[in-house]
């Protein structure tokens, strides 16, 4: 049975504790040109959805000034918090500062402790700031300046007419502890914001989101006023339920959660954030199991699935990238002869693998994926998008063939993740075979 | 001497060749809650950018119709291109199809050659749709539909006021399709695109921005009214070329580019779009060199860069994620002395990782990475960031030590950037090597 975790106080309610409206500007030419993913918008949505706050808007601009300045006076005159990300660098096309600054009627002023920062953390790496490294150290005459601990540009803080404006820089490892470290406690002080999680969400697996959405529809029909939200990604569908009104507090919510999850049996993945890698993790550590994996053509992410976990060492062994039937031989001594005789991509081979790599690791379960996921591989009897996984399991091996449409990135994830539901499955009929009482 | 590619005719203006205002609108709670990452922002703005068209704005909303309904009327009236991606799918959260033809004043009349395919891709699966799935097809009374080849919701093109709207559904693997293969070609056919690239991309690796502007300044000053941007990520800096009023032709850039290039030396990576594993791959293939990798920290996701790429098998023997002291003792015959005394975060450890595993699969080049990454190992002598790499070619082995600050996904990127850059700086001596006359 899986735990919905307790969010605090029960009676506490599950709406969001602010009517702040917030909107997000992230800034830069380079965002609309594709050359780096909005990830701003991803993380920060998340951060300040966890807190019962739902950004109202993002909008991404050009960084000409006009641009600029004709959208920041459009969301500083609807919105309560404006945050932006990006054009506080010291080139020539990073011009946020001074243009937000024109807009507030506010002047920029040199602040000599900015500056000390900024010689400081060139210092560090043996260099001596440019003249436009400078330009960071400007800051608006009624503002504050949020200290950055990983990059040359501060952030910015701004209150005026009752608003907010929150300046932040580009770079993903300067923004994200300045947000949570100085952002977040100031916004919760003054109001702006929830220090708890503010929904419950249920994550599940192996049930399309249409027919989720007619699987619970029963059960939220009698709680009218419900938030429901669906979203549905490779394979999940996560369904995200709130009280957007504040009518239903979290004991219900929970309540109406564990409903849900009767439901859903075994597809349930998890409540809240967790990873399918995650929950197969604490799974495994929980019985004192260790894994290994072996993989072709997802090309070392089903590895990297499970290193990135905390505490991955603790049930984790390794895993094998053999793109070459060599690798294969080599590495995984899958017989020279089965290779000739089934291909790499075959049943046979992927159990081969399987249990190739726990026997090789010393582990209790392989999991192997091997497949052509293309685009410049694939034919013949295996068509493109064609995967075969392998188990090994103390209990038997098996291996399973899986087809997809699609691109070569959403197969690679697909597959991933069939492959570890196929694993968490199998841990779980462990699970079930230690709780159940022995019938004699 | 790297190559710049030649964009068809040398007399070809590098200037876009539309004036159209291209707004993209993307729907959905779930990217403002971050729940899922707005890569169609991502996607769809270089697809515009490389053929000549800068997205000017892109909007995401909340589901509420409202909302909706509110920004579409603003992007409608200032753009003449409007894009919009989401809202199209089987559930009660998805009303971009109803909202938008309200504000069009247009009616939705149901598509019966759309039900048919919906009920087709459904028997594909052994499945029925639900009444919900045929909510998917109605379409403009106005309007045309882009049948989805990847899944039931079809996409909408509509045409009204001299302007387009073109309406996409969500998932990556529906919607790129789609946009290729029908968008991209009903907008060139219109005039609305190029069908051609319309800047350089000059992409470097060890120079800092800042650093490199100064660089560029004298070049770029003899040429007014150039058209530059410079884009900075994990160690890469990309500096855009281009001509916003047409005044200087493909063959002009061209020429700046090369003096720039001129000035990088080995720190230019390429000119155009292929990564740093890409320019690698090439330069391994053409020696007719191959490699092999070992990793710890970054989980798989070295040899992923590799085994990502169209031909891998031609150069790239395989990799081992060895996470346990176990697994580099095992597979890569790391000797146990050598672990226990200088541990497994170590340059010695590093090396071995790399002679053991071009060893074990016969490779030229061994790469290898060991390090704490953060968030939850690291201490002692090793801080959080602290990183090994690991080289081994055909003239010798080599261990090199990196320290980076920020959170362990920007750290895994960085410390694979930096990897792949020595063994590219390695094997480009090699090429010098070949290319230099020999004195005796």
Redesign the interface.
């Known amino acids: 049975m899986a735990h919905i975790p307790a969010h605090s106080d029960p009676a506490r309610q599950g709406a969001p504790t602010t009517s702040s409206r917030y909107e997000l500007l992230t800034l830069g ?11 701003h ?9 966890r807190r019962g706050v ?10 000409e000034a006009d ?1 600029i300045a004709a ?1 920041f006076r459009e969301s500083w005159a609807r919105a309560d918090v404006v945050i932006t990300t990006g054009g506080l ?5 990073d011009r946020t500062r001074e243009v937000l600054a024109a807009v507030l009627g506010q002047k920029l002023v040199f602040d000599p402790r900015t500056e000390e920062a900024i010689r400081a953390r060139f210092a560090k790496f043996q260099r001596v700031p ?1 003249a ?2 400078l330009k960071q150290a400007y800051r608006f005459e009624r503002g504050e300046v949020l200290p950055n601990a ?1 990059g040359t540009a501060p952030g910015l803080w701004v209150e005026q007419e009752g608003k907010l404006l929150i300046m932040l820089p580009g ?3 300067e923004l ?2 300045m947000f949570t470290e100085q952002v977040i406690p100031r916004l919760a002080a003054r109001g702006k914001l929830s220090d708890q999680e503010a929904y419950i969400q249920i994550r599940s697996i192996g049930i399309g ?3 989720l ?2 699987m619970f529809e029963c059960t939220f029909s009698r709680s009218p006023g419900l938030g ?6 490779q394979g999940q569908v ?1 369904c ?1 339920i709130s009280s957007p009104d504040g009518r239903y507090g979290m004991e219900k919510l929970r309540a109406i959660a564990s409903e849900c999850a009767a439901l859903l049996g075994d597809n349930l993945l998890c409540f809240g954030h967790d990873s399918i890698a995650q929950v197969v993790a604490d799974q495994l550590k929980q019985q004192g199991r260790t894994l290994a994996v072996a993989e072709a053509s ?7 699935a ?3 976990l ?4 603790k049930f ?9 039937n ?2 294969k031989m ?2 995984l001594e899958c017989p020279e002869c089965l290779l000739k005789q089934h291909g790499a991509v075959s049943p046979e081979c992927a159990v081969a693998m399987a249990s190739g790599v726990a026997e ?3 582990a209790d379960y392989g999991l192997a994926i091997t497949g052509f996921s293309g ?2 591989t694939g034919g013949g009897e295996n068509p493109l998008g064609s995967i075969y996984i392998g188990l090994h399991s103390p209990h038997g091996d098996w291996a399973k063939q899986l087809t997809y ?4 990135a ?1 197969v690679k994830q697909r597959a991933i993740n069939d492959a570890i539901d196929w694993l968490r499955r199998e841990v779980l009929k462990e699970t079930h075979r230690i709780a159940a009482p022995q019938v004699n």
Chains 1, 2 share one sequence.
């Open positions: 030419d380079e965002l609309l040109l594709g050359l780096t993913a909005n990830a918008l991803t993380w920060i949505g998340a951060q300040l959805g739902q950004l109202q808007r993002n909008v991404t601009v050009t960084d641009a959208q660098g010291p080139t020539c096309d440019t436009n490294n990983n770079p993903p490892n994200q502890p989101e249409s027919a959405e007619t429901i939200a669906f979203c549905a990604h996560d995200r997802t090309g070392g992410m089903l590895a990297n499970f290193a990135d905390c505490g991955a060492c984790f062994q390794g895993g094998i990238v053999s793109t070459s060599e690798a080599l590495m090789k690791l010393g685009p410049c449409p699609g691109p070569r959403a």
